[in-house]
């Protein structure tokens, strides 16, 4: 069974782009989940999908948006980039939602903003 | 609000030794779940151990298993029989609804 597919894995930007990010999960899995990971923030929750519908979103600013499609790929975008933003951004699929079963993660897209 | 609190940033042990690392939440909800994640240099994250709350009996996945304590809100993750392998950050994590929130992190190494 294949894993979580996350693309591109290394990204470079300049400030004020914007960027998309997509993840594939796990066939069978409905839901994905995305996570911003710094060294001084450490793990955040940017938002989750189930059935193309987001259920929850994290404390970021509306810049960062995201979607799934009927086949639950999901893509992240990031419009007005800033230094800030670099990261790795963390894909995480599960069969279920609700934060019960166990979530699977991508390698992640390491985007570096210049 | 939930919070996650990994107590120590680093720590090293001797390979073949046992080690324990540490962990305390904090919550009002009464039926969640608890996640031990390792995450080697290759940055992709493993699921090493899954704890219900509502489960009195401690969670063990071969040479990794918990400690619980659901009224202390503590939850440590105790190796043994430490393996160069298992060298790596590791997160404690707490899940509810439809997110996870994870700790800072715990780098873990191994001695040879």
């Known amino acids: 069974k294949a894993g979580v597919t996350q693309t591109p894995r290394y990204l470079i930007k300049t400030r004020g782009q914007q960027v998309t990010l997509s993840c594939s999960p796990i066939s069978g899995h409905r839901s994905v989940s995305w996570y911003q990971q710094t060294p001084g923030q450490g793990l955040q929750f940017l938002f989750e999908y189930f059935s193309e519908t987001q259920r929850n979103k994290g404390n970021f600013p509306g810049r960062f948006s995201g979607r799934q499609f009927s086949n639950s790929r999901s893509e992240m975008n990031v419009s007005t980039l800033e230094l800030g933003d670099s990261a790795l951004y963390l894909c995480?699929?599960?069969?279920?939602?609700?934060?019960?079963?166990?979530?699977?993660f991508g390698q992640g897209t390491r985007l570096t903003v210049v | 609000a939930q919070t996650v609190t990994q107590s120590q940033p680093e720590m090293s042990v001797q390979e073949a030794e046992t080690v324990t690392l540490s962990c305390t939440y904090d919550t009002s909800e009464s039926d969640y779940y608890l996640f031990w994640y390792k995450q080697p240099p290759s940055r992709q994250m493993i699921l090493v151990i899954r704890q219900e709350a509502y489960k009195q009996q401690n969670a063990t996945e071969n040479r990794f298993s918990v400690n619980f304590q659901k009224a202390a809100k503590s939850f440590s993750l105790k190796i043994s029989d430490s393996q160069l392998g298992d060298a790596a950050m590791y997160f404690c994590?707490?899940?509810?609804?439809?997110?996870?929130?994870f700790g800072k992190g715990t780098r873990l190494h191994i001695l040879p």
């Open positions: 995480a699929s599960s069969y279920r939602t609700g934060g019960t079963g166990e979530a699977f």
């Open positions: 994590a707490y899940s509810l609804d439809d997110k996870i929130i």
